[in-house]
């Protein structure tokens, strides 16, 4: 990758709706748009995007074989990243792609020959993983007028009609739902459980996290406090939490939470119910059923349609997004504000203290002037290591290698 190559590499790193996880220290980045000209641009699908947790330098990768759409939704399980589902400015898809990080080479590769019942067309929705089952929950999409007949109205909001056609199934309503549908990996197989208790309403744009054998839902909605739910992956019921309105945080969507213990979720960010992109951090105790507000050192760094993945010692690393989306609301439309800023920036949220030896890697990876000869008389692994996280806090650590 030459120079030129390099800059324009590094302008697609800004980008927001994307997907992402962490695996092996490593942040894995892939999809999502930039706005030029005042338009959405779509990113190219073809490759990936590496960021080394250690030493915060970027790597690109190409990938291979035929490219899924974007507006998607992205999971990792046992080393694919697997992508149903989503939208293009040609329409919408209920298709379903892999590709395997753990190889030397990306390519793409459609899932086909699937067993039961493929979920309708859609995009704004989440996915839980657990036990190697993607389990899809909301979003928005279409339906044939036969699928909305046979569905409770609980369970889909018809917005609009329109025809479309997807394959060789002609589509007429469009709408929110609040479906469960699993995938179960190793078989390539659909099922959609029947849920017991009082489910969330329909939505899409929430936030999804998982602990234990449960899926927790928040957000997506236009209500004044974000809410919260929690679905039993056993059992299928579901789970309301009420909490005082005043002590809730302000109702959002398209924000990230993201499970810090085996009783904590992270709240950050998100386009609030206000029409301003929010810069809070808080936490839900699921045991103790409560929210509270965290100390955030990145008040400066709102952000909407970023991602946020659990990284090493139960650090959060935030990616991307928008520090600015704002929707201008009158008494007849609400639009949204035309410039808006995608970032490319990194920033960690500490949620525990760090070892011992966490601290001493980065004390000297912030003054290697002060240690000098001696680094050469360590270990080579611990070595590589500190030279990682000298690297990490250096000018250079935006550099990319490709």
Request: charged letters at 20%; aromatic letters at 12%.
């Amino acid at each position: 990758m030459d120079a030129a190559e390099r800059t324009g590499a590094a302008s697609r790193l800004e980008r927001s709706s994307h997907t992402a996880f962490v695996e092996e220290r490593t942040l894995y980045v892939w999809g999502g748009y930039q706005v030029v000209g005042g338009e959405d641009v779509m990113l190219p699908s073809d490759e990936m995007w590496l960021w080394d947790l250690d030493s915060g330098t970027w790597e690109w990768r190409p990938i291979a074989g035929e490219a899924p759409p974007q507006g998607f939704c992205g999971s990792h399980v046992n080393g694919k990243l697997y992508v149903f589902a989503g939208s293009d400015p040609v329409g919408y898809t209920d298709e379903m792609f892999s590709v395997d990080v753990t190889e030397q080479s990306y390519s793409w590769k459609k899932v086909i020959d699937t067993k039961g019942t493929t979920p309708s067309p859609r995009n704004k929705h989440s996915c839980w993983v657990h036990r190697g089952r993607l389990i899809l929950f909301g979003g928005y999409g279409c339906k044939t007028v036969g699928e909305v007949r046979n569905a409770s109205s609980s369970n889909f909001v018809v917005e609009e009609m329109s025809w479309t056609t997807v394959g060789n199934v002609l589509f007429r309503c469009w709408g929110w739902n609040n479906e469960v549908s699993v995938f179960d990996t190793p078989t390539a197989t659909w099922s959609a459980p029947e849920t017991l208790g009082p489910a969330p309403a329909p939505r899409g744009c929430h936030a999804s996290a998982v602990l234990g054998n449960k899926g927790y839902i928040s957000g997506g909605v236009e209500e004044s406090e974000l809410d919260m739910f929690c679905l039993d992956l056993e059992t299928w019921t579901w789970t309301r939490f009420d909490v005082s309105p005043s002590r809730a945080p302000l109702g959002r969507s398209m924000f990230t939470m993201t499970p810090t213990s085996d009783h904590a979720l992270f709240v950050f960010g998100g386009l609030g119910t206000d029409g301003e992109t929010l810069n809070d951090a808080w936490q839900f105790d699921t045991r103790k059923r409560e929210w509270n507000q965290m100390v955030n050192p990145h008040k400066d760094k709102p952000r909407v349609c970023h991602t946020a993945c659990l990284g090493s010692d139960n650090d959060v690393v935030v990616f991307g997004g928008i520090s600015n989306m704002c929707f201008l609301m009158d008494t007849v439309l609400i639009l949204r504000a035309p410039s808006q800023d995608h970032c490319r920036d990194v920033f960690v949220f500490q949620t525990q203290p760090y070892s011992l030896f966490r601290l001493c890697e980065d004390l000297i990876g912030r003054n290697p002037e002060r240690f000098g000869k001696h680094l050469n008389r360590l270990p080579s692994k611990v070595h590589k290591k500190i030279n990682k996280r000298i690297a990490f806090f250096s000018e250079t650590k935006g550099d990319l290698t490709a």
